[in-house]
């Protein structure tokens, strides 16, 4: 994906604080674009579409990508509006497979992650402050395996939007939305569990964005999506 003039595009400007292509094509740095210039290490593999596009390839069992917690303050999103775009292609773990995250379940943070059985996107809030009220969750159907698909979340409020390839989703919510996550001090992972040790990601992923302090609009998602479309052949 062509990166030339990317500071200047008004989407790419201060609040996008994490943009990983994964167009390296080799080795284990991930390449971060946004200005933080995040280092982000993984032991994934690597491969590239018909159109001739990097993608990064998981394995499902093993493999993942991560920027230490020390890292990665700025992702450590609490009252924030904030926004998660990218383009996933999953396939059959028969299992919950993380996206990404910067998150302890029922302590902190916030998760993005599909689930093959009910063909969901999913995105979690966590708040031990609010115990017994620890977790929220909102999600959206129709999210079949071996399809390559653009998603977008945008929170701006207790009711976060979900868009697929462009187009916004019907979206279930939690009773009350989700509240604000609880500050977390962790590493962020990418395809795999906080701990490393489970709901692995198995698939491709391309164009993994997060911004902090932007929730970006139906126009947005629709710009980004009729703009990378065609490496996608979608």
Not at 99 to 118: A, F, P
Not at 169 to 184: A, H, I, N, Q
């Amino acid at each position: 994906m062509p990166v030339a003039g990317y500071d200047k595009k008004s989407m790419q400007h201060d609040e996008l604080l994490l943009s990983l292509p994964f167009t390296a094509g080799v080795g284990a740095v991930v390449g971060d674009i946004a200005k933080p210039h995040h280092y982000t290490t993984s032991n994934m593999a690597w491969a590239s579409l018909v159109s001739g596009l990097p993608v990064g390839s998981f394995d499902g069992a093993t493999q993942y990508a991560q920027i230490l917690a020390a890292a990665s303050g700025d992702l450590d999103i609490t009252t924030e509006d904030y926004s998660v775009v990218g383009w996933v292609y999953y396939q059959s773990t028969l299992q919950s497979q993380i996206v990404i995250g910067r998150y302890g379940v029922d302590l902190d943070g916030w998760e993005v992650y599909l689930d093959e059985s009910s063909e969901t996107l999913s995105l979690r809030h966590h708040h031990s402050s609010l115990a017994p009220d620890n977790r929220d969750a909102c999600y959206s159907e129709g999210w079949l395996l071996n399809t390559w698909y653009l998603f977008g979340i945008s929170r701006d409020s207790l009711y976060p939007t979900m868009y697929r390839n462009g187009e916004e989703m019907s979206v279930t919510y939690e009773t009350g939305g989700l509240k604000d996550p609880d500050t977390c001090a962790r590493d962020l992972v990418v395809g795999t569990r906080f701990t490393k040790d489970a709901n692995w990601y198995e698939g491709h992923m391309q164009g993994l964005r997060v911004w902090v302090g932007k929730a970006l609009t139906a126009e947005d998602h629709r710009h980004i999506f009729n703009t990378e479309r065609r490496w996608f052949a979608v």
